[in-house]
Structures are given as structure tokens and as C-alpha cells.
């Protein structure tokens, strides 16, 4: 984050998908966002059009995500979802909104709740050599898997558990923890 205008330009990131899950808006905030955080490819209008799910990774995740999306389309009630967006240098905690409309149209508002400073974690940088191994990172809390089963903070993966090193920095692929996905399932799973 830059400066203050980025941080109130990003303070609400709003989106909206049809009926067919495609992006038919997406607000300026959110080309500010991509384009601070290494995306700059899907700034302006590059997403109408396309599959939110083309954008989601990992199976967990995209079925967990159309649970949601079939859950509110039918309540018709606003869910709301904590989540964070860290960098090397800071946690974002946000929270999501979704609302459906009689058309089907699902409307996202992602809001800056609060930033904190951290210790720079390289885990999280985009720039980073990486080695061929991975390491499962959620989505919603950012815990990682350190081993089978076994999710950390991330910060915490990487002062006491020393598994990485300079030239160990493994490549982060998006999923979700077991807390999550039960806390997630048990409240929108029919
Ligand atoms: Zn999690």
C-alpha cells in the first residue's frame, strides 16, 4: 500500500457476477487493487465476461464457492465472510459481502476492516525465486500446511518452524484449512 488514496481506493472492492457466474462489473477499486498486487492483467475490464471460477483455485475452494453462491442466491440474504489479504509487510483483515438480486446476479463488496504491520514475511512475496515444492496456503485464514494435516500461521511457519530457507522458498498454492471448511459448510451446506 502505497499511499492514502490506495488504501481508501481499496477500503471497498465491489464486483458483480450474472447469473452464469461471469464478471458483468467490477468497480475502479478493484484495478487499483490488481494492479497493487502484482495483477495487473485483470485491472479495468479484462475479467467481463469470464468465469469467476476461472479465478479461484483449487477444488475445495470452488466448490465451497458454489456452495455459497447457491445459498444466496436462494435465502436472498447478505452473507458476509471474514478474510485476509496480507502482503510481506502487512494483514488486511476484510470481509466479504455477498448479495443476490432477483436476477441472479451475485453482488460482491470486499471491505478493508484493518491493517497491521507484520514481520516481512518472504512467503508472501510475489517476487520471489521459488523451488518446485508447494505448500498449501487458506484462502480465508492464511494458515499454510506444513505438513499432512498439520495448518499454521504463516508467520509462525516461518520463525519456528525454520522449513524455510533462502534458497527453500516454496511455491504457495491456494486451498482451504479443515476449520474453515467445516465452519463454511456446516452454515451453508443444504
Ligand atoms: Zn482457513
Known amino acids: 500500500m502505497k499511499n492514502k488514496e490506495s488504501l481508501l481506493a481499496m477500503a471497498?472492492?465491489?464486483?458483480?457476477?450474472g447469473?452464469?457466474?461471469r464478471f458483468v462489473y467490477v468497480s475502479p477499486s478493484w484495478s487499483v487493487f490488481a494492479k497493487e498486487?502484482?495483477?495487473?492483467?485483470?485491472?479495468?475490464?479484462?475479467?467481463?465476461?469470464?468465469?469467476?471460477?476461472?479465478?479461484?483455485?483449487?477444488i475445495d475452494c470452488k466448490e465451497l464457492y458454489r456452495m455459497i453462491f447457491k445459498h444466496c442466491r436462494e435465502s436472498n440474504r447478505k452473507l458476509i465472510f471474514p478474510f485476509r489479504c496480507d502482503s510481506p509487510?502487512?494483514?488486511?483483515f476484510m470481509e466479504l459481502h455477498i448479495?443476490?438480486?432477483?436476477?441472479?446476479k451475485l453482488h460482491f463488496e470486499a471491505q478493508l476492516l484493518k491493517v497491521t504491520p507484520r514481520k516481512y514475511n518472504v512467503l508472501l512475496a510475489k517476487c520471489t525465486h521459488r523451488s518446485d515444492r508447494m505448500i498449501k496456503i487458506c484462502s480465508w485464514c492464511k494458515l499454510v500446511e506444513i505438513s499432512k494435516d498439520h495448518w499454521v500461521d504463516i508467520d509462525t511457519a516461518l520463525e519456528q518452524h525454520g522449513l524455510f530457507n533462502e534458497s527453500d522458498i516454496p511455491k504457495l498454492t491456494h486451498g482451504i484449512c479443515p476449520n474453515c471448511?467445516?465452519?463454511?459448510?456446516?452454515?451453508?451446506k443444504k
Open 99 to 104: 448479495i443476490s438480486d432477483s436476477q441472479g
Open 89 to 92: 509487510n502487512i494483514k488486511r
Open 37 to 58: 498486487n502484482g495483477a495487473p492483467q485483470l485491472a479495468d475490464n479484462a475479467v467481463i465476461g469470464r468465469l469467476i471460477f476461472d479465478f479461484l483455485t483449487g
Open 181 to 188: 471448511y467445516v465452519s463454511f459448510a456446516s452454515r451453508y
Open 12 to 17: 471497498t472492492v465491489k464486483y458483480t457476477i
Open 19 to 21: 447469473y452464469d457466474d
